[in-house]
C-alpha cells in the first residue's frame, strides 16, 4: 500500500454523484410502489399479473442499456446519451400518473429506454472523469456505489411514504421530478475528452482484455452467491425480527443493510482516497470477508434466539465490507483497461451474466431454498475458494508474472 499523491475528487465528481443519487432514488422510489398501484383501486390487477409485468419490466433493462450504450459510444455521445435517457425516464414517470392500461406499459417502455440511455452513459462519464488519475478510480466508484445505496433507501423510504400515505399520483410526480433534477446535474457537467491510450503506459490489449474479463467472472460470481443466500438470510431476519426490542424501531430493521454499509464505505473513500493498494487486493480481501460472514450465518441455528442477533449483524457487516471491496472495483477495472470510446457498451454487457446467473439461481431457488442450510455451506466455499485463488494470484503468480515482464 502507498500514499496516493495528487490523485484527489474534483468538482465533478461532486456532479456525477448528485446526479446518480437523484436518478437511483427516482427509480428505486418507483419501483417502490410499482406493484402496490398496480394491484390499487386504479387498474385493479391481480398480484400474479403485476408481478409478471414488474419481472418483464426489470429485465428488459439488460437490453435497453446495450441499445442506450451503442447511442451513446459510437452516435450521439455519452453525455447527450444521458440526457436524452433522463429526460424520457422522467416522462415515464409522469405518464404513469394518467390512469389506464395503456399508460401503464407506455410508462414502463419510456422508463426502460430512459434508463438504458442513461445509466451505462452516466457510469462511463463518471470513469472517463479518472482517467488521468487512475489511483483514485477505486475510491471514486466506490463514493458512486454508495451515492447509488444512500439514494435507493431514501427513495424506498419518502416515495414509497408519499405514494401510501397520500395518493399513487404524488409518488409518480415526486419519482419524476427526481429524475428531472438528475438531469440539471448532467447538463452542467463537462464530457471528458477521451484519452489516447498511446500516451499513458498501458499493458498490451491482451493483458488488459483479460484483467476485465476476470474483473467482470469475479463480480459475476460475488452476485451468484449473494443472490442464493438471499433466501435463507431472509428468512433470518424475518426470525430475528421478532425478537427485536420493542424499542428498536421496525422500519430501521428493514433497513439495516443499507445503514451498516455507508459507515464501511465512506471508511473506504477515506482510505483509498489517501492510500493506493492493487485491486486484486481488495478483491481478495473482498472475497475473504464474503466467506468470514457466511461463516457466522452457519452458526446460528435454524430456529435463532435473541442471543444470535448480534452474530447477525456481525454478519451483515463483514458481509458489507465485502460488497465494497468487491462491486464498486469492476467499474474501476473497466475504466482502467477498456478503451474509453468504447466503455459504456463494455458496462452495458456486465449486467447481463449478473442477470443470467440470477435468473438460473432463481430457477433453483425452490429446490434451494428447501435446504437453507445447504445454500449457506455453498456460499461459504465458493466464497473460501475464490479469496484463496485470489491471495494466491497476488500474493506470488501477480509478482512472478511482474519479473518475467
Known sequence: MTQTEN????????????????????????????????????????REEALYIYGTFTGAFIISKIIGAIFGDLIIGNKKAALIGGITQALGAFFICIPSPASLYVSLFLIVLGNGFYSPNLTALFGKNYLNRTKSLDSGFTLYYLAINMAATIGIAFIGYVGENM?????????????????????ISKEHQDVNLTKINMPSIGARALKIIIAIILVTIFWGIYELSSGNSYILQSQLKELLPSSIPEHLWSFL?????????????????????????????????????FGVLMLIPEIPTSEHLKMYITAIVLLNISEICIAPIVFSVLTQYANPKYLAILISFTFAPTRILSMLIGYFSGRLYDNPSLTTIVSVVAMSIMGFALLVYTLFIKKLIKQKT
Open 257 to 293: 443493510n443499507s445503514i451498516l454499509i455507508l459507515p464501511i464505505g465512506f471508511i473506504a473513500v477515506i482510505l483509498w482516497t489517501k492510500f493506493y493498494s492493487s485491486q486484486s487486493l481488495k478483491l481478495t480481501f473482498g472475497f475473504i470477508f464474503g466467506a468470514m460472514a
Open 7 to 46: 490523485q484527489k475528487h474534483n468538482s465533478q465528481t461532486l456532479i456525477y454523484f448528485c446526479s446518480i443519487f437523484f436518478e437511483r432514488a427516482s427509480y428505486y422510489g418507483f419501483r417502490a410502489i410499482l406493484v402496490l398501484y398496480m394491484i390499487g383501486e386504479t387498474l385493479k390487477m391481480s
Open 167 to 187: 395518493n399513487w399520483n404524488y409518488g409518480f410526480v415526486t419519482s419524476g421530478i427526481l429524475m428531472m433534477i438528475s438531469t440539471v446535474f448532467i447538463f
